[in-house]
């Protein structure tokens, strides 16, 4: 079965501190993004990698930036968390032309 | 610029009840079209994609969309809703361009009434 595994489901940082949220997935995909999901407003993208050490910004990128050493594995960080970055964070993976695979979620509260 | 419309942020439903959930698309190529459901505290999960072919596409839990190119939509049915078909719903179109990223339109909540 296909598996994206967040590392945390649930979060809770003060404003400015630096902030990791760690993503893998095993099914050897190429593609993978960083969304974060807000009441109304849908599924964001901020980056989204189509390989290793390859990063693309997606809509909204301002405050995070991303890692991908390895191809399992894609890194959302928060270099100085902001309490608009309070959200639910969601990892994807995918090959090309198929749907997306999504983690459960990272729940993220900055105070 | 393109997006994905959403009209109905809430419905409501009878258990037995058929369903129709609204998706209207603004993009100028043949798009590749989603639609994710997400149950409470879950990720999302994948109910059906359009790419080319038949209109009508068949997916899981008893699910069915079709695209019209005409109306620009790509509306999510099921015949007869199901209690734990309460969840958000979510229709998506693929952006060809910098490595196919998929828009997301702002959801629709399903509640189920018994």
């Known amino acids: 079965d296909v598996k994206v595994t967040q590392s945390s489901r649930y979060l809770v940082k003060r404003t400015g501190e630096k902030v990791f949220l760690e993503c893998v997935q095993d099914?050897?995909?190429?593609?993978m993004f960083w969304y974060r999901q807000d009441p109304g407003l849908g599924l964001r993208l901020i980056y989204f990698?189509?390989?290793?050490?390859?990063?693309e910004k997606g809509d909204i990128p301002e405050g995070y930036s991303v890692s991908r050493e390895k191809k399992e594995r894609f890194s959302l960080i928060l270099e100085s968390a902001s309490t608009n970055q309070t959200s639910m964070y969601l990892c994807a993976s995918r090959i090309e032309f198929s749907g997306l695979f999504f983690g459960s979620g990272t729940q993220l509260s900055v105070l | 610029a393109q997006s994905v419309t959403q009209p109905d942020i809430h419905i409501t439903v009878s258990e037995g009840a058929s369903l129709e959930l609204r998706c209207n698309y603004s993009?100028?190529?043949?798009?590749?079209l989603f639609w994710y459901v997400q149950s409470p505290g879950q990720g999302l999960q994948l109910l059906l994609k359009?790419?080319?072919?038949?209109?009508l596409v068949q997916g899981i839990k008893g699910f069915e969309a079709e695209f019209k190119r005409s109306q620009s939509s790509f509306n999510l049915r099921k015949p007869s809703v199901h209690w734990s078909d309460a969840a958000e719903y979510f229709c998506a179109v693929v952006r060809m361009e910098y490595g196919n990223k998929l828009v997301f339109g702002a959801g629709t909540i399903l509640r189920v009434k018994s």
């Open positions: 359009y790419f080319s072919g038949d209109t």
């Open positions: 990698s189509y390989d290793v050490k390859m990063k």
């Open positions: 993009y100028g190529a043949t798009p590749y």
């Open positions: 099914m050897d995909h190429e593609n």
